[in-house]
């Protein structure tokens, strides 16, 4: 009789290159292109002090007669700037690695915050039902029959004015996260309550009833694992919504402070100067916001069609 020599076990970096979802990202020349292009843009960002050629934000460092100088010119005072200057003097390159930060920054806290919200009511509502699931869903019901952005708008302004004036700057990032954070939600809300309902109904769950489970660890410990998949997907998706949410709100003046500018504050400032010549204020920063939204949510497609067992 032949002897049958045991395997060793996989290591968990083994696992992860042999399962499935490794195999439709390395397949998927789209994903892989996306990732490259969001992981470039979001690591240029977190190292924007190393990489930054000038401090854009410096009062000292700006030079006036430097204004308007166009992509890979010498300016007035001899300095280079690859993608340009601003009407300030600023590099272009430089503000867009600090405006990166701040856009990244609030659509991450953002989705962030209407995960854990949306997720949280979602599962009450879903192993719950009743009165508690009619009261939640009907909010959420009212809410995804407006714009997010007028929700935003909304609760922005509401926001703006309960706070003293004196602290209006200093509190308008954390406004602006509260804003776009409370107007997306609903859709975690709907479809986290969806896959509890159908998740209670399982042995598994009866089971832990059975034995005394409180309802808290029953849905932090059994029900939520079994639902995060979902929430997965529609979080990637949202963040690149929360981005696009952010330098909107900044375009329209009512976002992040002039001394903490976004992507979008770069937009608004650029195009005053579209139509006289000086192009590249606006087209760099919104390249830069197209490419990061758009890998961002491409991304998302791939790892919701990665996730359906239907596809695989």
Known sequence: MNDITPTAPKSRLARIVDSDIFYSYRTSPVAVVSSIVAAVLILAAIFAPFIAPYDPFNPRTLNL????????????????????????????????LY??????????????????LGVTLGLI??????????IIMRIADVQLSFPSILIALLIFGIARGIIPPNQRESMAIFVLIFSIGLSDWAQFARTVRGSTMVERQKDYVSAARIIG??????????ILPNVLGPVLVIGTIGLALAIIAEATLSF???????TQPSLGTLIRIGQQFLFSGEWWILFFPAITLVL?????????????????????
């Open 65 to 96: 007669m430097n204004g308007f100088t166009p992509p890979m010119s010498e300016s007035f005072s001899g300095s280079y700037f690859l993608l340009g200057s601003d009407h300030q003097g600023r590099d272009v390159f430089s503000a867009i």
């Open 99 to 116: 405006g990166s930060r701040v856009s990244l920054m609030v659509g991450l806290s953002a989705i962030l915050f209407a995960m854990l």
């Open 125 to 134: 509502a879903g192993y719950r039902g009743g009165l508690t699931d009619t």
């Open 213 to 222: 489970v409180k309802p808290v660890f029953i849905l932090i410990r059994h």
């Open 252 to 258: 329209l003046g009512v976002g992040v402070p002039p």
């Open 292 to 312: 990061l939204a758009l890998s961002v949510n491409l991304l998302g497609d791939w790892l919701r069609d990665a996730l359906n067992p239907r596809l695989r």
